[in-house]
């Protein structure tokens, strides 16, 4: 018995032919391990971080001293500063004269429980790019902002 080789016959002038059809093994590979990220990472963002919150939520507020800041955001936008009322263009040079320059003070800003969001990020944003580091939002004791001083409606 001999073997003979047998040689395969070809189709016209080319050997091969195209594929037509998707291959979707990589695809499954690829869908089948994101299924495997995200079913060890789900519990992980569904649990959460637990934290410890203080005993006494109604702890007294620490009070301002002398070289604190306060400025203070009505609910009709208007801007007081040490209990003086500012234009927002006048707000930066007023803090800076006040901070004697030093970019490290605490300057606290509160607003009206009424005011806007807005407000409040258009006495934030000037006084931020002006460089003032110790910068901090404030609330009265009650949660609510202090009532405005007085000569001033609100």
Do not use: C, H, W
């Not at 801007?79 to 800076?96: C, G, H, R, S, Y």
Request: hydrophobic fraction near 50%; charge should be positive; aromatic fraction near 4%.
């Amino acid at each position: 018995m001999a073997a003979t080789l047998v040689t395969p016959r070809r189709r016209g002038r080319r050997g091969y032919q195209k594929m037509t059809d998707i291959n979707v093994t990589p695809f499954i590979d690829v869908m089948l391990v994101l299924l495997i990220v995200f079913m060890v990472t789900a519990p992980l963002i569904i649990a959460g971080t637990q934290i410890e919150l203080p005993a006494d939520a109604k702890a007294a507020a620490a009070s301002p001293d002398d070289s604190t800041i306060i400025v203070r955001v009505a609910a009709d936008g208007g801007i007081t500063v040490k209990n003086a009322p500012v234009d927002l263009a006048m707000l930066v040079p007023e803090v800076t004269r006040l901070s004697a320059g030093d970019k490290g003070r605490v300057v606290v800003v509160l607003g009206d429980r009424q005011a806007s969001y807005a407000q409040v990020a258009a006495v934030l944003g000037p006084l931020s790019a002006a460089g003032f580091t110790g910068l901090a939002l404030g609330k009265g004791p009650d949660g609510a902002a202090p009532p405005a001083p007085p000569g001033r409606k609100g």
